[in-house]
C-alpha cells in the first residue's frame, strides 16, 4: 500500500527532462528526510538522490549534474527533475519517506513509499 502519491514521468527522447513529484496522502502530514530510487529492468532498487528536511543534498554519481531532488516543506512536497535523459535512465521511480508526521503532528517512524512513476528514455 503506497502512501506517497507520485505524478510525473512517461516518455520523452534522449536528451529531454521530467519531473517528477511526491505527496503524502492519507493521515500522514509530513515528510522526513526523502529519497528517490530506480529499478531498471532486470536490476535492483538503486538511491539517486536523497534530501533530509532541512535540505541537504544527495545524489549518485551516475545523475549527479543531471538529476536534482528539491522539496517544498510548506507543501509537503518532493521533487526531482531530471535533465539530459539518456535511455539507461529507463526505469520505475519510486520516492520515499524515511519517517513522516501524522496530521496530529505525531511522529511515525516508518519507512513510506510512493506507488512508483514509469520514466521510459527512447527515441
Known amino acids: 500500500q503506497a502512501h506517497l502519491v507520485q505524478s510525473g514521468g512517461g516518455v520523452v527522447q534522449p536528451g529531454g527532462s521530467l519531473t517528477l513529484s511526491c505527496a503524502p496522502t492519507?493521515?500522514?502530514?509530513?515528510?522526513?528526510?526523502a529519497s528517490w530510487y530506480r529499478q531498471s529492468p532486470g536490476k535492483q532498487r538503486d538511491m539517486v538522490a536523497s534530501i533530509t528536511r532541512q535540505g541537504v543534498k544527495n545524489v549518485s554519481d551516475s545523475v549527479k549534474g543531471r538529476f536534482t531532488v528539491s522539496r517544498d516543506n510548506g507543501k509537503n512536497t518532493v521533487s526531482l527533475k531530471l535533465n539530459l535523459l539518456q535511455p539507461e535512465d529507463t526505469g520505475v521511480y519510486y520516492c520515499?519517506?524515511?519517517?513522516?508526521?501524522?496530521?496530529?503532528?505525531?511522529?511515525?517512524?516508518?519507512?513510506?513509499w510512493g506507488q512508483g512513476t514509469q520514466v521510459t528514455v527512447s527515441s
Open positions: 492519507g493521515n500522514i502530514f509530513s515528510l522526513d528526510s
Open positions: 520515499k519517506s524515511d519517517g513522516a508526521w501524522d496530521i496530529g503532528g505525531a511522529y511515525l517512524p516508518n519507512p513510506y
